[in-house]
């Protein structure tokens, strides 16, 4: 007999029907999430000879729905923890939809910069809820590879963004490619209210809501008469309340870690997908092979993230980690060293194969640091941990797109460009090299010792 506790029940179980729907749901989001976030940097070639701008215009552009993304990740995250997950994803679902179906309406660089906040506050929540919500209903044998495929999601979802922006920009506009993503969203939204159940332990640490908990159970397999609802907490935490216990219980090293392993990886992803087509295109290759080359890119981050999510299950989670990233800065430099040298017949080939296989490191990495960061807090604070993770690191989203309009500006040659743009990848494999030490450290620290008495005694 288990403690009580429905995490453990469901451990015991297969999958259910809610289960699957649960996991599909939050698969879908990150899709849309996915798709919304990359649309801007597909079309960006298109806007500026359409508009007439300088491609510098489009800075400030890209960072503002990275800083609406940092915010609604801070925001929303946490906010989830208190007020539950269910109606915080679907107001962040909503709002990123109803403003991507506005984007398609605007005319001028301030109107997108502004609807590219909105959209990127209700981007930046939704992620780290959809990942929180995996993470509860999925069993224990199967969480890390579930997390990871939730996160997989974003990535699938930009590289059809990319695939799908090809055709639209060729055969209507390149406002249709922000209808193509908002009109799915918004259907999402619709089922989510019908379908997606509320966190099974927010409703249980409430005695008003316990009622539906037990619905719930019911629909898994659970009975109701099984749990221990003293094991819950019957308090809300304050969101700083949150937020503080990420740092408690010998936590805060690893926290701040994970924040610096986080932001540099965005700083390298951002920087890379932000201008990545626009490079390609300034060398002589096409709009709709430059965006699809770039879709390249997160085609080889699902990948990537599948491979990475099997290796942090049989080694060292964060030695995988700094093998990704250290492989992602030799990558990164490649394809500014292809991108200089495309008078090869084989040129456009290994540019793609380059491009995949940064993906593979860059975004696979992503999601892997943040699999393993959903692991690390206990679920009453997961939500703002995921959320605290990618808010901080995107901060270095916001950064990203600036270095590469000011690396840009400085017109330095293309292989310095990406030279420059791998250094973030660096710092991040450092600081996973020296976080998998002091784990380790942790461990043996806190490992039962042997008792040497009898050996002293003879």
């Not at 259910?16 to 729907?21: D, Y």
């Not at 179906?101 to 209700?122: K, P, Y």
């Not at 060293?337 to 080939?349: I, R």
């Not at 600081?431 to 490992?447: E, H, P």
């Amino acid at each position: 007999m288990t403690n009580g506790n429905p995490a453990e029940l469901l451990d015991q179980r297969p999958l259910s029907r809610l289960q699957i729907t649960v996991w599909v749901l939050c698969v879908l989001v990150a899709m849309m999430d996915g798709f919304d976030t990359q649309a801007i940097g597909y079309v960006a070639p298109a806007i500026v000879q359409a508009w007439g701008i300088s491609k510098l215009a489009l800075g400030p552009v890209f960072s503002a729905g990275l800083v609406g993304s940092l915010l609604g990740a801070l925001i929303f995250g946490p906010s989830a923890d208190r007020f539950g997950r269910k109606p915080v994803l679907i107001v962040c679902a909503s709002i990123f939809g109803l403003a991507a179906l506005a984007t398609a309406n605007a005319e001028s660089t301030l109107v997108l910069l502004g609807l590219r906040f909105v959209t990127g506050l209700g981007m930046g929540g939704a992620m780290p809820i959809a990942i929180a919500q995996t993470s509860e209903f999925m069993p224990r044998r199967i969480r890390g590879f579930a997390m990871t495929l939730t996160y997989c999601g974003f990535s699938a979802g930009a590289a059809l963004g990319g695939l799908a922006a090809d055709q639209l920009i060729q055969r209507f506009s390149w406002q249709s490619v922000f209808i193509a993503g908002s009109v799915p969203t918004l259907v999402l939204v619709f089922c989510m209210v019908f379908w997606l159940p509320e966190s099974i332990s927010f409703l249980l640490s409430h005695d008003d809501t316990r009622g539906r908990a037990k619905i719930i159970l019911g629909k898994l397999g659970l009975n109701p008469s099984e749990i221990r609802y003293s094991a819950w907490r019957s308090d809300k935490l304050a969101l700083t309340t949150a937020v503080g216990r990420l740092f408690t219980d010998g936590r805060a090293p690893i926290t701040a870690a994970i924040w610096l392993i986080v932001f540099m990886n965005l700083v390298e992803l951002y920087f890379f997908t932000s201008w990545l087509p626009t490079v390609i295109h300034g060398v002589g290759i096409s709009i709709g092979l430059a965006a699809l080359v770039t879709a390249l890119f997160q085609v080889g981050g699902t990948l990537g993230a599948l491979a990475i999510g099997r290796l942090i299950d049989i080694f060292r989670k964060f030695r995988v980690m700094c093998c990704v990233f250290f492989s992602a800065a030799v990558f990164v430099t490649s394809v500014g060293y292809l991108l200089s040298h495309t008078d090869s017949s084989w040129a456009f080939v290994s540019i793609a194969c380059a491009v995949t296989l940064a993906g593979v490191c860059v975004v696979g990495g992503q999601i892997g640091i943040i699999a393993v960061t959903a692991t690390i807090y206990p679920t009453e604070i997961r939500s703002a941990g995921v959320g605290w993770a990618l808010g901080i690191g995107r901060i270095g989203s916001v950064v990203g797109p600036f270095i590469g309009s000011a690396l840009i500006a400085g017109q330095l040659p293309i292989f310095e460009l990406f030279l420059i743009g791998a250094v973030p990848v660096v710092i991040a494999g450092s600081t996973s090299l020296w976080l998998d030490a002091f784990t380790l450290r942790m461990a043996q620290a806190t490992a039962p010792q042997p008792d040497t008495t009898s050996l002293a005694v003879r």
